[in-house]
């Protein structure tokens, strides 16, 4: 399996005033910088790392030791002249290199939504012996201080030339390479003629036609100082929202969970905690509607309903995700909604005491555990997610998947139309149910 | 894609008298046998068929025509001498051989529990130019009527000698083989010295120790007489039964629903058409309960719980299984174990106006779903089935699955016991749901 090298030899002045922390070790949303490229690398099945130290050697290695905490191993390459240029940090990966070995190159300060790293491992694995593949982005209106970065002169998806200085640019380089022995040999070449830096040797390899581009699809930042730290916190905390969110989820919940899970990204709290927490908050509401206190019910079940979402963004934000967590958080949110939906029944029929009341309780039960019914028992069937776009039609709108149900649950309590509420829920999960039947039959 | 070559050139006399057809078109639990050799090899990925015919050659090219009403491809080789010996039918394949292609031979009238193709297809790709491949049965007490097998006589898993009045051998051959050019090139031979089964070629590559064996571990039966027909036709049932059953669908209704799907394999009932008729007798069954006549209402929860399986066992029959099928049986078990608990509850309320009753109601109503919800959440998470055996520990014999939860409706109903029944389902199903939280974390 392929190794990775990371580049943490420089001194990163800038940052370092602020948090009195070398670059490498600054920490974002609860990871140091460093462990989330080692983190995202590692779920692109990456175990395997060699870390190039120069300026804070000590600080860097009693941080992260031999991997052994976050599963992975790490040996170190020590630089003693790492001022010279991060040319000579990388090339003393020769030492430790294997012949015809591939392996990848990164900043240990540049940031990466893990979708990108993921793509352009999925590319790595078809680069020829004699190149390099690196990750460059076109879309030069969305660069982050574009002053600061290595630009990148290319014609069909191979560099022609880089520099910090170029003129006549048309991508910029983001720090993240997969190498061969190429490489270093363009390093020692370089550094045999006094240049010392990556963009050195990159520069003779890409005057060979032999630096290919992979054009980066998603977002990535060089964090230099406070304002790109800012930003990179943003960024990472945005790539947190899956793609195929709900509705009020999208419109709502994700503007409060992203700022729950930004607090608590500095603590320890695991994603199970704010599953077990999300699952308390709705078992309360279920008591303050079966008492008679629809309006704090109500409120009660939309917080739940975006503490849900907090458990997912913890997981994907520390690497957390486990399958156990997504079971867990499954039959604890349809508890949940039993819950509810029972302490509505309940206070309504004890005023009233009509038997509607009772089926329309029945109703509601039944067609809750539904959508997530049909959904899992597809994915196991056919091996593929199910995708609400694809077989809900116009349907998908219907708010019948747990943050439309949890949406209708508080504006039943909220407004004091329990009833309502209980028969809409009946209707939407259940009509969702038959169209999911009607629709996957013809599409299948 | 490998290629299979299906002799189907001899008379076959002894059925011919019985079913008025040849051999490879006499009809087994509503497929004749050359057919579900085409659907079991299609199941292992083979799209591409060739038949060689002799005897019969026009009935079996108008029964099965270019395979498109099967979804494959068939095309057809015509052995006028048939009556010389297999052998010269198997040769015929020579005209339409392409240099270096392994093809799958099979006999037209061998019936084999898929899995038994199936295992032997995964190992069929191993084999080596040069050498041919031979399904053989060690266990020689279970063999049907041995004396008209062809023997083996092997060591470590290459055939030394073959022939049907061996007196010393250790294995019997199944009529299954994946074959090389050098099966032709053996045929070729002993045709020229005047030998002309297939057995004469097998064997003169098995002296140059070029026949590797491959057990069987599953069932399989040459269909030669009335007697031997009547064997394929028990074991075919029996090997519909999956593997992992629950309790009560093993000792008691598997024995009905094997005899109703038996009946229902002559006609063109699909198993959708079956999963329908389950449901609406749930549903009658449902009504019956509501009603207070718990005894026709406990007996039809039992007719619908058999009818259940029948379902799943005419889709193995007769390769009908679709994913389609699982989802729609799924939804509509679920919909059928919720009328039957309202039905209970409802008959139950009317009579006591007790508000426990509701409580057990809702609580059944909640625990019905979890089984399967928490089997296919851990499906879809973990891309591995759910294995009762390995995560439900003695729970396994809770009867929470349905099998057993429509056993307990049935025994509520037949002894007048609904109360008990509807708080004995509440219990168990929760309980089940919490015992595997519990032990998947411990196991995953």
Same mark, same amino acid.
């Given at each position: 399996m392929m190794r990775a090298v990371i580049l943490a030899a420089g001194e990163g002045k800038r940052l370092r005033h602020h948090f009195k922390a070398p670059k490498p070790l600054v920490r974002l949303l609860g990871l140091s910088l460093i462990e989330r490229n080692i983190l995202a690398l590692k779920e692109?099945?990456?175990?395997?790392?060699?870390?190039?130290?120069?300026?804070?050697f000590s600080e860097i290695q009693s941080h992260l030791g031999n991997g052994n905490k976050l599963g992975v191993n790490i040996t170190y390459l020590h630089n003693p002249e790492w001022e010279l240029g991060n040319g000579v940090s990388a090339y003393t990966f020769q030492r430790e290199y294997r012949q015809g070995e591939k392996f990848v190159l990164i900043m240990s300060d540049h940031v990466f939504e893990l979708k990108a790293i993921k793509a352009f491992i999925a590319e790595a694995k078809k680069i020829n012996e004699g190149e390099i593949l690196l990750a460059a982005d076109r879309r030069l209106k969305n660069v982050y201080d574009l002053m600061e970065c290595t630009k990148i002169k290319f014609e069909q998806d191979y560099a022609l030339e880089l520099g910090k200085e170029l003129q006549d640019f048309n991508a910029v380089d983001c720090g993240l390479f997969l190498c061969t022995g190429a490489l270093l040999e363009a390093l020692s070449d370089k550094i045999s003629q006094c240049r010392y830096t990556l963009t050195d040797a990159v520069n003779m390899l890409a005057s060979k036609h032999r630096v290919k581009l992979h054009f980066i699809n998603a977002a990535w930042i060089d964090v230099d100082d406070l304002p790109s730290y800012r930003h990179a916190e943003?960024?990472?905390?945005?790539?947190?929202?899956?793609?195929?969110?709900? !509705?009020?989820?999208?419109?709502?919940?994700?503007?409060?969970?992203?700022?729950?899970?930004?607090? !608590?990204a500095r603590t320890g709290i695991t994603p199970n905690q704010v599953t077990f927490v999300s699952f308390l908050i709705s078992a309360?509401?279920?008591?303050? !509607?079966?008492?008679?206190?629809?309006?704090?019910?109500?409120?009660?079940?939309?917080?739940?309903?975006?503490?849900?979402?907090?458990?997912?963004?913890?997981?994907?934000?520390?690497f957390l995700k486990s399958s156990y967590g997504g079971l867990l958080d499954a039959v604890l949110d349809r508890y949940a909604d039993f819950l509810i939906v029972i302490g509505m029944a309940y206070s309504w029929y004890s005023k009233t005491e009509n038997t509607v009341v009772l089926l329309a309780c029945a109703a509601a039960l039944t067609g809750l555990p539904m959508s997530m019914l049909l959904k899992e028992k597809f994915h196991a069937l056919t091996g593929r997610p199910f995708i609400p776009e694809s077989y809900d039609g116009i349907f998908r709108y219907l708010p019948a998947n747990r943050d439309g149900?949890?949406?209708?649950?508080?504006?039943?309590?909220?407004?004091?139309?329990?009833?309502?509420?209980?028969?809409?829920?009946?209707?939407?999960?259940?009509?969702?149910?038959?169209?999911?039947?009607?629709?996957?039959?013809?599409?299948?």
């Open positions: 692109c099945g990456i175990n395997d790392f060699v870390i190039i130290t120069g300026c804070y943003k960024m990472v905390l945005r790539s947190l929202v899956p793609p195929k969110d709900g !509705f009020v989820s999208r419109v709502l919940n994700r503007k409060v969970s992203l700022l729950i899970t930004k607090l !608590f309360v509401s279920a008591v303050f !509607f079966a008492l008679g206190y629809p309006l704090y019910g109500g409120m009660l079940a939309q917080v739940s309903s975006i503490f849900d979402g907090v458990d997912g963004e913890i997981g994907r934000l520390k149900r949890m949406f209708i649950i508080m504006l039943g309590g909220v407004l004091n139309l329990v009833p309502a509420a209980l028969f809409f829920l009946a209707v939407i999960t259940h009509l969702q149910a038959l169209v999911r039947l009607y629709n996957i039959r013809q599409l299948m």
